[in-house]
């Protein structure tokens, strides 16, 4: 991150904004969507117990409810990403919105549990696919310079917002009961809607290949052109692959102590009060940690990919910290170290998303984030049940947390493979070449879509 | 007269444990008898550090349950002191005897039938004017009861739930009832079964009331039955209409719609007035590039020709 890149860039054709004006807007906007679509996904637990006693239902089948409804959020957000390249950001997520909102104004009428899955799983779940990836791209192609402090304050709305909307759920459910409480839900996730109008429609950045590809009909088909939007290409250049292999590795294991941190120090002695106080404070440290990581990486000292390798290093061995801290018996020990673990967790997500336009260039990014997310989500589905079984088999935690802090340990590892990785300065950044090729013309978009081998030799620039 | 009531407490204790023994009752009121059947038989006992101390007795069958008392008496050690045993406040008859000091310490103990609900309350036992340890004798209570109203919609089924602590033995059945002004009325499922269904499971018990009318609005009782009584748990319940959470939902679509209108509204203006002030602008980008957007730096207000 020298000097010499933000006039570079302020000349280059990429709708990449100033920092600051509009973009700060838009961290608002993405602040309040992503609070709208992961706070409120986090916080569904307060309505299950509502859902098990009307419904007589399992807690299992319940449960169902989220997972179906993070699986759809995950599984469609490459639909999002192909939808902003070939049409307007800014519909999508409008459209996202309502979805979002028209799921869970439905779900207040349903009288079976299949009504609710198909409601706030399918149907929100498809809204929140179309909002997130949509609202992280866009507000990182208004930043350059202050990209992942602009993303670190925008994620940490997820952890805030789930501090504020679990007393605001067990408020509406008393008052309303689930049916009113999802109801007047719906209603806050139309929020959305305006966030989504917050964007301008100049920021899309994949005009060049609908000019492009309007001008030339018979050699553009459909088929080609669908790829182009969900940027399958991606899926054969190396740094992407490598990239989302480590990124996949790291969401096997990210998830772990979330789920079973509690459950591990009740068993290692710790009172209830004591194991959820830890979880909170293991909370607390992840949003300080998104929004310092995000202040810190933009001060430019280190690239983002070894900042990045560091905090999933740092995690993976807190991770494996963590049974050796309680299993001493050491109230603080467990305290500290997961306190650490939140912090560094909470830092990588900031760095995450960040690195992506740094390996694809920015103009490919909005389908490079959805890809990503598609795949490291079915990585994430492995985490837990994995986890669980370890527990099952061993009887404690401490193998599974071994084993997911060995994911992330392999994630820094994988990530290191990366090209032009040990290099002290960040290569000249994939968009510059994209520029040349805009003047070569139409070549550079059948070649990127056809022949990519080639290619990739040029784009591998991290 | 102390012999003669020590005579007597010998006797009853003896016939507790050996059914032959025919008690002689001498004296002009006689103490409660044993029932005909053999009860089973129980002790609690308490121990008295400070002014007064309370004892929980969770009772679940009919028993002939001994209470102890033990004090470990004040400064003044007196050789003999005044005991009496009191139910609910009022003093059991002959129950009062003089107590010696044994060991340094003060003892009483009585054995006391408890058979039915009319058994259980708050047994005291007194040691002079001073010391007093009260024993609370009630079946278990009901631990998990909602205390927030259960809110229903009219025309939607409410499922109200009663449960008993695991730890605590299971009651025999469970009932509901529901008041009716001042009256508790039992639900009985065979009278209108299409409108309310029990469940009973255990330690849980389930009340279904389908087709809710804001007339099924009120307080409704889960009481768990018992050998020796029953403990009853109170659940309000309230039937509201779709409307009340209908309102709050609108006043949000209202938010959100005059949101989005101002927003493109200001993004119209803004452009109407950067159209006519940036055409000169957009012919220069267009030179530049093939088209491709551009953006000028520190300001963001310039409208692009892709809209």
């Not at chain 1, 299949?114 to 990182?140: E, K, N, Q, R």
């Not at chain 1, 830890?278 to 001060?299: E, K, P, Q, Y």
Request: proline share 5%; charged share 15%.
């Amino acid at each position: 991150m020298t000097d010499v890149k933000p006039k570079a860039e302020s000349q280059s054709d990429e709708a990449e904004g100033p920092d600051g004006g509009w973009g700060w807007v838009l961290v608002g906007a993405m602040f309040v969507s992503t609070s709208l679509v992961f706070g409120l996904m986090r916080s569904l637990g307060i309505f299950f117990v509502e859902f098990v006693q009307y419904f007589d239902e399992s807690a299992q089948a319940i449960s169902w409810i989220s997972s179906t409804g993070l699986a759809t959020q995950q599984f469609f957000s490459p639909l999002g990403a192909a939808l902003c390249n070939a049409y307007n950001t800014r519909v999508v997520v409008m459209i996202g919105g309502c979805l979002a909102g028209l799921g869970l104004i439905l779900a207040s009428q349903a009288t079976r549990l299949v009504h609710l899955y198909l409601t706030m799983g399918v149907i929100s779940g498809l809204g929140w696919g179309l909002v997130f990836t949509p609202m992280v791209a866009t507000v990182m192609a208004n930043f350059t310079r202050r990209r992942t402090l602009a993303l670190g304050l925008g994620f940490s709305s997820i952890g805030l917002s789930s501090f504020a909307f679990n007393p605001l759920f067990q408020l509406l459910v008393e008052k309303y009961a689930w049916r009113g409480a999802l109801l007047i839900l719906g209603g806050l996730s139309l929020n959305i809607v305006p966030c989504g109008a917050l964007i301008r429609p100049q920021r899309r950045s994949k005009a060049p290949a609908k000019v492009d590809s309007e001008t030339n009909p018979p050699r553009a088909s459909l088929l080609q052109r669908v790829s182009s939007y969900l940027e399958l290409s991606l899926l054969f250049e190396r740094p992407y692959i490598t990239y989302t292999l480590g990124v996949s590795l790291m969401n096997v294991g990210y998830f772990v102590p979330y789920f079973h941190l509690v459950a591990h120090s009740r068993q290692a002695g710790f009172s209830e009060y004591q194991a959820a106080f830890v979880m909170s404070a293991a909370g607390a440290s992840d949003i300080l940690g998104r929004v310092a990581s995000g202040w810190f990486s933009d001060l430019g000292l280190f690239r983002l990919i070894h900042l990045l390798s560091m905090w999933t290093f740092l995690a993976g061995v807190f991770i494996m910290l963590l049974p050796v801290s309680s299993l001493s018996g050491s109230y603080a020990a467990l305290m500290v170290i997961s306190l650490l673990y939140g912090f560094s967790a909470g830092a990588l997500t900031s760095v995450v998303f960040a690195v992506v336009p740094l390996i694809v260039g920015v103009e490919r990014m909005m389908g490079g984030l959805g890809l990503l997310q598609l795949i490291e989500s079915s990585a994430g589905l492995l985490g837990t049940p994995l986890s669980g079984f370890l527990k099952d088999v061993t009887g404690n935690y401490v193998a599974s947390f071994m084993v997911s802090g060995g994911f992330l340990i392999l994630a820094t590892l994988t990530m290191a493979t990366l090209p032009h990785f040990f290099s002290c300065r960040d290569p000249p950044p994939p968009q510059k070449r994209s520029l040349n090729d805009k003047d070569k013309g139409l070549h550079s978009e059948l070649e990127q879509i056809n022949s990519l081998p080639a290619d990739t030799n040029h784009r591998e620039e991290l | 007269m102390t012999a003669s009531w020590k005579q007597l407490f010998f006797q009853i204790l003896l016939l507790v444990f050996c059914r032959h023994i025919n008690t002689k009752t001498p004296g002009p009121t006689p103490p409660p008898l044993v029932a005909d059947s053999p009860l089973p038989t129980d002790v609690r006992s308490a121990i008295l550090k400070g002014e007064s101390h309370t004892e929980k007795v969770e009772v679940v069958n009919p028993v002939n349950l001994t209470l102890e008392c033990t004090w470990a008496g004040n400064r003044d050690k007196q050789p003999n002191i005044t005991g009496l045993w009191r139910k609910d406040g009022e003093e059991i008859e002959n129950s009062l005897l003089m107590v010696q000091l044994e060991n340094e310490q003060y003892n009483l103990r009585r054995v006391f039938n408890i058979v039915n609900e009319e058994s259980l309350g708050n047994y005291s036992c007194l040691f002079g004017n001073e010391a007093r340890i009260d024993f609370v004798l009630a079946a278990p209570h009901i631990g998990e009861v909602r205390d927030k109203p259960i809110v229903g919609y009219v025309g939607d089924t409410a499922v109200i739930l009663c449960k008993m602590e695991e730890s605590k033995p299971k009651p025999s059945t469970w009932n509901w009832y529901r008041t009716n002004g001042t009256n508790k009325e039992q639900i009985l499922t065979a009278a209108e079964p299409h409108r309310y269904k029990i469940v009973n499971e255990g330690e849980k018990t389930k009340l279904l009331v389908h087709n809710l009318t804001e007339a099924d609005s009120g307080s409704y009782y889960c009481a768990a039955v018992y050998p020796i009584g029953t403990t009853m748990g109170h659940v309000e319940l309230k039937v509201i209409t779709f409307f009340e959470p209908l309102k709050p939902f609108l006043a949000i679509l209202v938010e959100v719609i005059i949101l989005v209108a101002a927003i493109l509204l200001y993004e119209r203006s803004r452009s109407k007035k950067n159209y006519a002030a940036g055409n000169e602008t957009n012919d220069q980008s267009n030179t530049l590039t093939q088209g491709e957007n551009n953006e000028s730096e520190g300001s963001s207000s310039m409208r692009q020709r892709k809209v």
